[in-house]
């Protein structure tokens, strides 16, 4: 076998090509949210939201219907319970939060460990990227329109709410409406992301791209462009690289994200210590 066809072995067979496609769609969406997370200092919710899903797949489990739509629901439990619990106590959002996921986090073990269940749990908290079918890739593709197409029309309106809160209220903005679209549509994203990378990897996945692009470029456009080209570079060298190396794909993924942060980082702190140090030069 000849070097081309070691280099091109992963993509002949079957569960690969699933394995590709799926990790490719759930990297655009997750990219574009992680940009508003990061700005928002939403990346607790993000974790939040991915463990409150649990309990919604066991009961989706025990009552026949799809998955997703339990995870979905449970998502969409823990964000509004979040923001109503806020509002009317004295707890700050990230103490709610952490009350709430853990919570319901809990109550999804409990409930997992009562039913005689064919679901494995390392599958729903780690994912099962090389056991998907293609229902499921055609699942997280529609995911990914719905979440793009309300980006896209909603884009704007979403950036002056993150950054500036109050100005958006005072321009007459529907607040209310932005905060729990973008929570439903982080919430449908964990969905589209939880057979592929799993409950808690996908947290990694909503965070780290932002936090990347971040570091590099100031302005928003730039930045969601780089979040989006660096997790669809890490998803798809995580996968192909899990083939060769005999890994997880899902971690290898993530592997690949937190090296190209800490290379980011150190490249970035390097070049402000220089830029640092030229003025300091010109101004003596």
């Known amino acids: 076998m000849d070097n081309l066809s070691v280099l091109l072995e992963p993509f002949t067979f079957t569960f690969m090509q699933q394995a ?12 574009i949210l992680s940009c508003f997370l990061v700005l928002k200092g939403w990346s607790l919710m993000g974790d939040a939201i991915s463990h409150s899903v649990l309990p919604g797949v066991v009961l989706a489990y025990i009552f026949a219907i799809p998955l997703a739509v339990g995870a979905f629901a449970a998502g969409m439990v823990c964000a ?7 509002e009317n106590s004295r707890l700050k959002e990230d103490t709610v939060m952490g009350v709430v996921f853990s919570s ?6 409990v409930m997992m460990t009562k039913i005689d269940s064919n679901v494995h749990l390392d599958h729903i908290l780690f994912g099962d990227v090389l056991g998907i079918s293609w229902r499921d890739v055609l699942e997280s593709g529609i995911i990914t329109l719905m979440v793009v197409a309300f980006i896209f029309v909603k884009g704007k309106d979403l950036l002056v709410f993150v950054f500036d809160k109050q100005h958006a209220r005072v321009i007459g903005l529907p607040v209310t409406l932005l905060h729990y679209g973008l929570l439903a549509m982080l919430s449908l994203t964990i969905v589209g992301a939880l057979k592929a990378v799993g409950m ?30 660096i997790s669809l570079s890490c998803s798809f060298l995580g996968v ?3 083939f060769f190396i005999d890994s997880a794909p899902a971690p290898t993924i993530i592997m690949l994200m937190t090296i190209t942060f800490i290379g980011v980082f150190v490249f970035t702190s390097y070049r402000a210590k ?7 030069a010109v101004a003596n």
């Open 20 to 31: 590709f496609s799926i990790v490719l769609l759930v990297a655009v969406p997750t990219a």
């Open 80 to 86: 509004i319970a979040t923001g109503f619990i806020t």
């Open 104 to 109: 319901m986090f809990g109550i999804g073990l």
């Open 200 to 229: 808690i990897l996908v947290i990694a996945m909503l965070i780290a791209p932002g936090a990347i692009a971040h570091l590099l470029t100031a302005k928003f456009q730039s930045m969601m462009m780089t979040s989006v080209g």
């Open 240 to 242: 192909y690289l899990s």
């Open 274 to 280: 220089q830029t640092s140090q030229k003025m300091l």
